[in-house]
């Protein structure tokens, strides 16, 4: 059974940083790719950063240069550090796992975390 735990979600103030953190289990992570992406109030689930079993990364034009994304690869965890929050960054934040490449439509991800809530006050 595939699982994916994100755990680091909280409250923060704008300007602050956060790092979440996404613990694989269930199979051998190594070469999937794993991001992470985003879903706001009343918004759809998009998507924020990738990054590939070699370390290629892909990140949305909205957090570009603020957040980075990172892995362990004998750990099996993804890492997302996210500097310079805004309140509009407040959002659900989902682990997400793909054999191939995670795409940037969530309804193409293969396997999913439950989330973790960032909440960014102004």
């Known amino acids: 059974q595939v699982q994916l735990v994100e755990s680091g979600g909280g409250l923060v103030q704008a300007g602050g940083s956060l790092r979440l953190s996404c613990a694989a289990s269930?199979?051998?992570?190594?070469?999937?790719?794993m991001g992470w992406f985003r879903q706001a109030p009343g918004k759809e689930r998009e998507f924020a950063a990738a990054?590939?079993?070699?370390?290629?990364?892909d990140y949305a034009d909205s957090v570009k240069g603020r957040f980075t994304i990172s892995r362990d690869r004998a750990k099996n965890t993804v890492y997302l550090q996210m500097n310079s929050l805004k309140p509009e960054d407040t959002a659900v934040y989902y682990c997400a796992a793909d054999p191939s490449w995670v795409p940037r439509i969530a309804t193409g991800v293969r396997y999913w975390g439950r989330g973790t809530l960032v909440t960014v006050s102004s």
């Open positions: 269930g199979r051998t992570f190594s070469t999937y790719s």
């Open positions: 990054i590939n079993w070699s370390g290629n990364t």
